[in-house]
């Protein structure tokens, strides 16, 4: 399963679920399915929301069980 601190970083730049779909062109209702990990972002995407949370993918992004799953 795919891991993520999108909620953590939105919520520190004090955006909401819309905010960061707009800037990163998907709807309010994307961003909340992949914040549950219920919807595994595309490439493209998943760099988008990185840049936009000014962070890098694999700080952002992993895989259940690696080593970074204990952030």
Known sequence: MLKNR????????????SDLGKQVDVTRQTIAFIE????????????????????NVDELFWLEGDEEDEK
């Open 6 to 17: 999108v909620k953590e970083l939105r919520a520190r730049y004090g955006f909401t679920q």
């Open 36 to 55: 549950k990990g219920e919807f595994s972002p595309s490439i493209t995407l998943a760099l988008k929301l990185a840049k936009a949370l000014q962070t």
